[in-house]
């Protein structure tokens, strides 16, 4: 039997050493980008992280941080913000490269890298863009005479439009650079493998799940600064039944499909470097 959901685990604070760049826009905002060593909090995947047994120094890790905020405080406000200095104003942009700021962990008993990357290119002069991404999700935890390894692999095709566009454009508050409110609808294709080598059994378990699922969004998308760009979206999500895979290897146990096609809503946000 697992353990209950309640662990009692307690975020105590912590050390870390980091190296980064911090940037403010406009009055209230602020963009902060870092990589160093830190302590994990352990309740962020508190089962995972309770069977990995990480405390004290197994919870630092050399890794990735990225934050995008509100700032408050005393300083000497701009009566009129520098809007184009910050934002892609008057450009006119046919297509861009996203990177996304990548989740990097690597310690003693953990380890993950989460990156993405997309191209999106607009169709024409129209308010409508074509975006075809890949991402990759990977996680290593180090257990008691066990071990766990996560890998999911997807890709997928969106179809946006800008829906305010053309009415910014006569405004002359912003022009076809692919920044603003969109809605769109996508499709992906998810590989999911998770491995795992229990000290009863000889050969590790794998178990190798497929799916398919398609989705309509609402999102702001926005240039900053030349090279970096912010995403923010929600999805209605429509998921296939699974597919899934059993094996102890080298020997495979079967096939087997389960779960209902059904709709759930989601969110993202996305902080990257754009080319």
């Known amino acids: 039997m697992y353990p209950s959901a309640r662990f009692e685990i307690k975020n105590n604070g912590g050390f870390s ?18 990589l160093g060593i830190y302590q994990k909090e352990i309740s962020k995947d ?10 004290g120094i197994n919870n630092f890790v050399l890794g990735t941080q990225a934050r ?8 000497k406000r701009s009566r009129t913000s520098p809007l184009c200095d910050v934002m892609i104003c008057d450009e006119l942009i046919q297509d861009q490269l996203k990177i996304e700021m990548p989740n990097i962990a690597i310690g003693f008993k953990q380890q993950t890298f989460n990156p993405g990357l997309a191209y999106e290119i607009k169709l024409a002069n129209s308010p409508f863009s074509i975006q075809a991404n890949a991402a990759l999700f990977y996680r ?13 692999t997807g890709a997928g095709l969106e179809l946006r439009y800008y829906y305010l566009q053309k009415l910014m454009i006569r405004l002359g508050r912003a022009g ?23 000290d009863l059994l000889r050969y590790p378990i794998i178990s190798t799940a497929r799916d398919f699922n398609t989705a309509l969004s609402l999102g702001y998308q926005q240039r900053l600064f030349r090279r970096i760009y912010i995403d923010g979206s929600v999805f209605y999500n429509k998921t296939s039944p699974t597919a ?32």
Do not use: C
């Open 17 to 34: 050493l980091l190296y980064g760049f911090q940037s403010r826009f406009f009055n209230h905002w602020f963009i902060d980008f870092a």
């Open 244 to 275: 899934e895979k059993f094996t102890v290897f080298p020997f495979p146990l079967g096939y087997r499909t389960f779960g209902i096609s059904r709709g759930f809503i989601s969110s993202k946000m996305s902080i990257g470097f754009t080319f």
């Open 68 to 75: 995008i905020g509100i700032a408050l405080g005393d300083w």
């Open 140 to 152: 290593k935890d180090g257990m008691s005479g066990a071990g766990l390894t996560f890998l999911s």
């Open 176 to 198: 076809g650079n692919l920044s603003g409110l969109y809605t769109g609808i996508k499709g992906s294709y998810d590989i999911t493998t998770l491995k795992r080598r229990d």
């Open 46 to 55: 508190s089962y995972l992280d309770y069977r990995s047994g990480i405390s």
